[in-house]
Nanobody
């Protein structure tokens, strides 16, 4: 199993940027498709973005296309989410996880997440 620690969240004004990081432990990190999910208050956790084990084939939910960029560094066991042009509706706790070939989480356990708050 892979342990995940998210960081990089914070409070930002609308239009601003943040870069999230997810550090993973475990020998098999490089073999997994990885991604980001988020959960806003009162809502279910939703898929945001995913990237293949090789760093290609990025996939995004429609609401973040053109604003968010996912990347990974397998040498550092880390996956990133660059978030630009942030909107108040991006406010949520962000989590990383493995991602199935669809958009479902691959691992049963989650990290603590990192809070992103976008003010209008």
């Amino acid at each position: 199993q892979v342990q995940l620690v998210e960081s990089g969240g914070g409070l930002v004004q609308a239009g601003g940027s943040l870069r999230l990081s997810c550090a993973a432990s475990g020998r098999t990190f490089g073999s997994y498709r990885m991604g980001w999910f988020r959960q806003a208050p009162g809502k279910e956790r939703e898929f945001v973005a995913a990237i293949s084990w090789s760093g290609g084939n990025p996939a995004y939910t429609d609401s973040v296309k053109g604003r968010f960029t996912i990347s990974r560094d397998n040498a550092k066991n880390t996956v990133y989410l660059q978030m630009n042009s942030l909107k108040p509706e991006d406010t949520a706790v962000y989590y990383c996880n493995g991602v199935t070939q669809g958009t479902a989480p691959a691992f049963s356990s989650w990290g603590q997440g990192t809070q992103v708050t976008v003010s209008s």
